[in-house]
């Protein structure tokens, strides 16, 4: 009887440890802060509408001093990117930015993932129709600033 119980105790604390190991995840899943949430998602919008007018300020504002860019041309810095705003170089007739996703590092940090569809030519060349993008978003004092940003084209669909 003795052996019987010590094994049932064992057992209850296995399953008592499993089921907290799980709480973390999900209490990291709800950490999320839905108005900060649509901040950044603005934020975003915000971004692409500068590129499409070639406007700086805004990419000014909203990046870190050091971020990091990676996209078809490679890796760039803040400065970099700042720059190829008003190159010239890209000329948008159209954007639009949808599914957003969040992932919460820490209460100062997100990861933000979306799909963006574009219209646009750059250097001559016309961009990805369709890219899956995502940024990564720290707090600095009371200001959100993007530290990275990074773009994949989206897989060309088969017509059936």
Known sequence: MNRTFTILLLLIALALSVTAQDKPAQTKKKSGDPAVEQKLTQMEKDLWEAWKNQKVEPFKKAMADESISVGSTGVSGTEQAVNAVTS?????????????????????????????????????????????????????????????????????????
Request: proline letters at 5%.
């Open 88 to 160: 010239g170089d890209c000329k948008v007739a159209g954007y639009n930015v949808d599914q957003p996703q969040f992932m919460w590092i820490d209460k100062n940090s997100v990861l933000m993932a979306y799909r963006a569809t574009q219209d646009a030519t750059c250097g001559g060349q016309k961009v990805p129709p369709e890219v899956w993008a995502s940024s990564v978003w720290v707090k600095r004092g009371n200001d959100w600033k993007a530290v990275f940003h990074q773009e994949t084209p989206a897989a060309v669909k088969k017509s059936e």
